[in-house]
């Protein structure tokens, strides 16, 4: 791990970043952006599912571009189409609009994740490859960012809603700033991507492109900046052959009947609801979480700036949360045991939100909520990888994930609809998925812990 490796770490992280910061502030103006275009609880959580839908299409579409012409490009556009987008839906003038500009702005930010963590990955030696699990810690520190702003910006310029249920736009400018206010620092990330160092093309997609005169340059370049000496010549590579079209669909087909052979389908099957339940639980909660801290059953209603400040502080708790769960994978307990304690924790954490009627109580049980829900998904992320086979483990990993963004779609559906009945059942809902999720982990097969990966 040279200079290059670790500036790369950074600008990954940036990604990592932008991806929960976008999905924060979702959360955060979604009260304004309801009172302001006369959205129905039912309806309200339309963006957010745009932004899912998005994120699916950007996470299939970006890996299959940055296959095709080279990870830099798509580790720039990425955040290029966040931003553009991502400001533009601040200058919405109807909740359709904003929810159209939002989805493009999530088929952007949906490509950090795998772009970012492919370019990282093979621009590091193998010996230092569980760097790659360190950029989740970037994820909380995005929630926070997202969350500062908000409690900022959110109640110095909003609207006081009438009985009627009339909201004046000209004085509910604050998610609109707040929106704008996360485009630019999107587009800061960007320059310091296309500036702050030079970036080359990953040496070994250039190999698989048959440019390999190319790969060696880089290669003596990076060595270079780390005071190595290397000595290489094209001879040494292998020739890569491509697959067809064909030839891909074929292996895919053949590694996803693999997955449900034998004893794996009961770990497939496991996985698969984990990330599920996973999804749909904390969209459900924090996805909505300013209204539900705003319409608490406390004996005196909070401000606005106590809702948004509460709602920073919560989410500032993910941090040491993530953090923690980079040596918890590790400890005597294992991945699943911190899965299973972690999710069955949240589970209880909520409900004891729910039913508090105490506004610091409150505090407290959402805060060790995001505590642990940032711990879990730094293990799962971690696990997930380690209990597939080398040559099914993409696949794996894939079918886990795009499953659990397809669901997640739902859960803004599913939220308005219950909080449109009665906020108290979305909170009831989404603190049983996450203890069903302790179920399910609680029945995982293999535990990987000190074991080596398959």
């Known amino acids: 791990m040279g200079t290059y490796q670790w500036k790369m770490f950074a600008l990954c992280g940036?990604?990592?970043?932008?991806?929960?910061?976008?999905?924060?502030?979702?959360?955060?103006?979604?009260?304004?952006?309801?009172?302001?275009?006369?959205?129905?609880?039912?309806?309200?959580?339309?963006?957010?599912?745009?932004?899912?839908?998005?994120?699916?299409?950007?996470?299939?579409?970006?890996?299959?571009?940055?296959?095709?012409?080279?990870?830099?490009?798509?580790?720039?556009?990425?955040?290029?189409?966040?931003?553009?987008?991502?400001?533009?839906?601040?200058?919405?003038?109807?909740?359709?609009?904003?929810?159209?500009?939002?989805?493009?702005?999530?088929?952007?930010?949906?490509?950090?994740?795998?772009?970012?963590?492919?370019?990282?990955?093979?621009?590091?030696?193998?010996?230092?490859?569980?760097?790659?699990?360190?950029?989740?810690?970037?994820?909380?520190?995005?929630?926070?960012?997202?969350?500062?702003?908000?409690?900022?910006?959110?109640?110095?310029?909003?609207?006081?809603?009438?009985?009627?249920?009339?909201?004046?736009?000209?004085?509910?400018?604050?998610?609109?700033?707040?929106?704008a206010a996360m485009g630019l620092l999107t587009f800061a990330m960007l320059l310091f991507r296309v500036f702050f160092i030079k970036m080359y093309e990953s040496p070994k997609w250039l190999i698989t492109a048959g440019r390999k005169e190319e790969a060696i340059a880089t290669l003596k370049t990076l060595a270079e900046m780390n005071g190595k000496t290397l000595t290489v010549s094209v001879d040494e590579f292998?020739?890569?052959?491509?697959?067809?079209?064909?030839?891909?669909?074929?292996?895919?087909?053949?590694?996803?009947?693999?997955?449900?052979?034998?004893?794996?389908?009961?770990?497939?099957?496991?996985?698969?609801?984990?990330?599920?339940?996973?999804?749909?639980?904390?969209?459900?909660?924090?996805?909505?979480?300013?209204?539900?801290?705003?319409?608490?059953?406390?004996?005196?209603?909070?401000?606005?700036?106590?809702?948004?400040?509460?709602?920073?502080?919560?989410?500032?708790?993910?941090?040491?949360?993530?953090?923690?769960?980079?040596?918890?994978?590790?400890s005597r307990i294992g991945r699943k045991g911190t899965m299973t304690a972690g999710s069955i924790g949240i589970g209880i954490s909520l409900f004891l939100f729910t039913i508090s009627r105490d506004s610091w109580t409150q505090l407290v049980f959402n805060c060790i909520a995001s505590f642990l829900s940032n711990l879990v998904y730094g293990v799962i992320y971690a696990y997930t990888p380690e209990v597939f086979a080398t040559n099914v483990r993409g696949t794996g990993v894939g079918l886990a994930s795009c499953l659990g963004r397809i669901v997640g779609v739902s859960a803004p559906f599913l939220s308005g609809a219950l909080i449109a009945v009665n906020p108290n059942y979305a909170l009831y809902l989404s603190a049983g998925l996450f203890a069903l999720m302790g179920v399910f982990s609680a029945f995982l097969p293999i535990e990987t812990r000190g074991v080596a990966a398959l």
Do not use: H
């Open 238 to 330: 292998p020739d890569v052959e491509r697959e067809t079209m064909a030839e891909s669909v074929k292996r895919f087909t053949r590694d996803i009947k693999a997955l449900f052979v034998g004893k794996m389908i009961i770990t497939t099957v496991l996985i698969c609801l984990v990330w599920m339940t996973i999804s749909v639980a904390y969209t459900m909660f924090y996805g909505f979480l300013p209204k539900f801290l705003a319409s608490s059953n406390t004996g005196t209603p909070l401000t606005l700036n106590e809702v948004y400040r509460n709602y920073f502080i919560q989410t500032a708790f993910g941090i040491p949360g993530s953090i923690a769960g980079t040596y918890m994978i590790d």
């Open 14 to 179: 940036m990604g990592w970043i932008a991806d929960n910061m976008w999905l924060q502030i979702l959360a955060s103006v979604l009260p304004q952006v309801q009172a302001e275009f006369n959205v129905p609880d039912a309806t309200s959580g339309l963006g957010t599912s745009c932004v899912f839908i998005g994120m699916i299409f950007g996470s299939l579409g970006w890996g299959v571009i940055s296959d095709i012409v080279g990870r830099r490009p798509a580790f720039i556009l990425t955040l290029t189409l966040g931003g553009i987008f991502g400001t533009a839906a601040a200058f919405a003038p109807n909740f359709l609009a904003y929810c159209l500009l939002l989805g493009l702005m999530g088929v952007g930010v949906g490509g950090n994740l795998p772009v970012d963590g492919s370019l990282f990955l093979e621009f590091i030696p193998k010996e230092r490859q569980s760097l790659l699990m360190m950029l989740s810690l970037f994820w909380p520190v995005g929630g926070a960012i997202g969350a500062l702003f908000s409690w900022w910006l959110i109640p110095s310029y909003s609207c006081v809603v009438t009985a009627a249920g009339y909201c004046d736009p000209a004085s509910n400018r604050g998610w609109r700033y707040t929106i």
